[in-house]
């Protein structure tokens, strides 16, 4: 029984995990290193859902959304920290920005004061998606306004090549979508929908803890490449 995700029960494991990893990292990654005389990039992740919202839940275990975008922005943070990104998380536990009995632009509107004031250099709002037919599955990614399009499309195209190709056979190009969170922030951002959690295959992969960080490492290979672009 998933019940509250393996997340939470197995924190000393997976913190270990994390100081293998991070330090694993430093060679796997070919990031931009920062210096004394340099200020760092700083990148936002946007772990949604929390607390009192728990997003969808997978129809196979139960598992909250929520606790799975946490789980994946944890390790995408301990990744970028460690080749010498600024890393700020617009939560880093199991609540939302604002808590119970709030409206939800409101929530919307502390993570964003959260990337602004940060002055992110770009932001990435982690998510898992659902939907009627059991049959739709994939990595996702949206954006909302024209600097939003080059992260878009590199992490787009990096998820597809990295994982959507070997998973389920195709890809996808990033699509636009009205979305309150990307259009308040004027850094590039995108929200990276991780799978469908109403998909058997997709559900077993989010919960499974390796493609969790799997992923996190994908993303911000991604992040490597867009700031490389830019640089």
């Known amino acids: 029984m998933f019940a509250v995700f393996h997340f939470y029960k197995k924190r000393v494991a997976a913190a270990i995990m994390v100081l293998v990893l991070a330090a694993g ?3 796997l990654f070919n990031l931009p ?10 990148i936002a992740i946007d772990p949604g859902h929390g607390g009192y919202d728990g997003g969808v839940s997978g129809l196979q275990t139960g598992a909250k959304e929520s606790d799975i975008n946490l789980s994946i922005a944890l390790y995408a943070r301990a990744y970028l920290q460690n080749v010498g990104y600024k890393v700020v998380l617009t939560r880093d536990r199991d609540r939302a920005p604002v808590e119970a009995g709030s409206v939800k632009r409101r929530d919307m509107d502390m993570r964003s004061a959260v990337i602004n004031g940060a002055a992110a250099d770009l932001a990435v709002s982690i998510h898992c998606n659902f939907y009627p037919s059991r049959y739709r599955r994939g990595i996702q990614v949206f954006y909302n306004k024209d600097a939003d399009m080059p992260l878009a499309a590199t992490m787009q195209s990096h998820l597809n090549d990295a994982l ?8 996808f190009s990033p699509l636009w ?3 309150y969170l990307l ?8 929200i990276v929908e991780c ?7 997709d559900e077993a992969l989010l919960t499974d803890e390796n493609y969790r960080m799997t992923l996190a490492y994908e993303i911000c290979r991604a992040i490597e490449k867009t700031v490389a672009a830019t640089a």
């Open 164 to 171: 959507n190709q070997s998973h389920i056979g195709r890809g």
């Open 25 to 27: 990292a430093i060679i």
């Open 33 to 42: 290193q920062s210096n004394a005389a340099a200020t760092p990039i700083t």
């Open 183 to 190: 259009a308040q922030v004027p850094c590039p951002a995108v």
């Open 195 to 201: 799978g469908f959690l109403s998909n058997a295959e």
């Open 177 to 179: 979508g009205d979305y």
